[in-house]
């Protein structure tokens, strides 16, 4: 075998295993569990938007200023834009009586990002929860949040995207 | 004046056990410690930051990687402060880039001719060791073992080379080794030598770096 071949298989090894053991030792960090639900396309939350306030559970801190708007079948969060360009992503609503259960699932395009949404939708007022996990090869990190949403105005100039 | 008699029978289980406590504590309070550091920092990884951190963590591993693998250069405190920084979770990484920095320089020893070896020893002035190399130089695997355990080593040497993948182990772990090269200097020696075979190294190193991250994800520092 030629030095160079040998420089070879041995830069596989060495990479092969390095890089299974991080793998191996990683774990994975399961997103928020959406309650089972009977999910239809979200539509009947479109033209409202919320306001949220509420905390990050990890840390205490307060969330910073987030507005949840949905247009057209169609769910956006101001923070998640603001962080990673998250885009309109389609939502999932359920009806159980005059409450509406939400929710969304959203991927950062260019980093790996996944926002899951649960949301109740009482009247005027929102309770949301969720989790922002980011799944790099060598970890898993996650964050809880729990808000309350009051309502404000949609951002709708931002949909043609 | 009399000398106390010193007894012949080596330590007593009392002390034995004295110092596996001590140990023990020292872990602890290490681990207590990291915590009070990381603690200091306040290094949260939020959405706003994380894409920073990522960058400076993977900077970090390859600086880790790269300093590690070179002989005589300390490179174990940058995955020490990605451990106090990050705790458990980034445990996984640092082990990873330890194992590969240690490949990397049995990798580079391994292409290195041994000639090259007779001479940094040379360079750095440990004579005989040149001159050994210099005569198992031209010799096979097996010949070059047999002919190191055939001259007149002490007997811990001769001990060291039937197990020398458990010297190897102790070896890179043992505090204080970068006044014979460090992890990667033993490394790069190992490979030069020509008596470490690749896979049974590649098993070694797997199981001798893994104490420090291993503790760390068990304690969940």
């Known amino acids: 075998m030629t030095p160079i071949l040998q420089a070879a298989a041995a830069a596989v090894v060495a990479l092969g295993t390095g890089a299974t053991a991080v793998t191996v030792m990683t774990k994975d960090v399961p997103d928020f569990a959406v309650p089972d639900r009977q999910w239809q396309p979200g539509a009947e939350l479109d033209g409202r938007a919320f306001r949220l306030s509420g905390a990050i559970t990890e840390t205490g801190a307060d969330l910073p200023e987030t507005v949840l708007s949905f247009v057209d079948g169609r769910f956006q969060s101001s923070r998640c834009q603001i962080y990673c360009e998250f885009g309109w992503n389609d939502y999932r609503t359920s009806r159980d009586g005059e409450t509406i259960h939400f929710t969304s699932t959203t991927r950062c395009p260019d980093a790996p990002h996944t926002v899951v949404w649960y949301g109740i939708v009482e009247g005027d007022e929102m309770r949301v929860e969720g989790t922002w996990t980011t799944r790099r090869w060598y970890w898993t990190r996650q964050i809880n949040l729990l808000a309350e949403g009051s309502p404000t105005s949609p951002k709708v100039e931002a949909i043609s995207g | ?221």
């Open chain 2, 1 to 221: 004046m009399m000398q106390p008699a010193r007894t012949a029978s080596g330590p007593t289980p009392l002390s034995i056990a004295l110092r596996i406590v001590a140990l023990i504590a020292v872990v602890v309070v290490a681990t207590w410690g990291a915590h009070l550091i990381r603690d200091a920092l306040d290094l949260t990884i939020m959405p706003d930051n994380e894409q920073t951190v990522h960058r400076a963590i993977m900077l970090g591993a390859l600086a880790y990687i790269g300093l590690l693998a070179l002989p005589f250069v300390p490179g174990a405190e940058i995955g020490i402060a990605m451990l106090t920084a990050f705790g458990a979770a980034i445990a996984p990484l640092v082990y990873g880039a330890t194992v590969l920095a240690m490949l990397l320089a049995y990798s580079v020893g391994c292409l290195l001719p041994i000639t090259s070896l007779a001479r940094l020893l040379a360079v750095l002035r440990m004579r005989r060791a040149a001159d050994l190399v210099a005569r198992a130089a031209p010799l096979s695997r097996d010949a070059r073992l047999a002919m190191l355990l055939d001259g007149t080593p002490p007997r811990t040497v001769a001990l060291a080379l039937r197990h020398r993948y458990l010297a190897l182990a102790l070896a890179v772990n043992t505090p204080g080794n970068a006044v014979i090269g460090g992890g990667g200097g033993i490394m790069m020696m190992a490979g030069l030598s020509g008596v470490f075979a690749p896979w049974p190294t590649v098993l070694t190193i797997a199981v001798a770096v893994s104490p420090v991250p291993l503790a760390v994800m068990l304690l969940g520092a």
